[in-house]
């Protein structure tokens, strides 16, 4: 596993607030929330540095963290009223940590293209 941030919280060498675990997917509430309900979902066992480089046999991977996020947004009870789910793609996009994450935004209502 990298040495991303999000390979130190994998290994638990750092603190997080685990929301949702399964084999291959670890989701934790950002410690910087953009919106009432932030968690991220990333892949436990292959860090992916952006969805750039992900490959075609990886479209499983990056399918599952979709699904993950939309059964837990069910679990939570605001699936109904909503939620968005975002991937940042490199710096120019909001990219800070180099192992793919989606977020999950949720809570209240969200603004357009912009944040919350």
Do not use: W
């Not at 941030?5 to 929301?19: D, H, M, N, Q, S």
């Not at 399964?22 to 309900?37: C, G, H, M, N």
């Not at 990056?62 to 490199?90: I, P, Q, T």
């Not at 120019?92 to 940590?97: C, E, L, P, Y």
């Amino acid at each position: 596993m990298s040495d991303t941030l999000f390979g130190r919280i994998i290994r638990r060498e750092i603190p997080a607030t685990i929301v949702y675990e399964d084999e291959d997917i670890l989701a934790f509430k950002d410690i910087a929330p953009q919106a009432p309900v932030h968690v991220l979902f990333i892949p436990k066992h292959e860090a992916i540095p952006t969805l750039d480089d992900a490959t075609p046999a990886q479209a499983g991977l990056l399918g599952r963290l979709m699904l993950a996020a939309a059964a837990y947004a069910r679990s939570e009870g605001f699936a109904e009223d909503g939620y968005r789910v975002v991937m940042n793609c490199r710096e120019h996009a909001g990219q800070t940590v180099f192992h793919v994450h989606l977020h999950l935004l949720a809570g209240a209502p969200l603004g357009h293209f912009g944040t919350p």
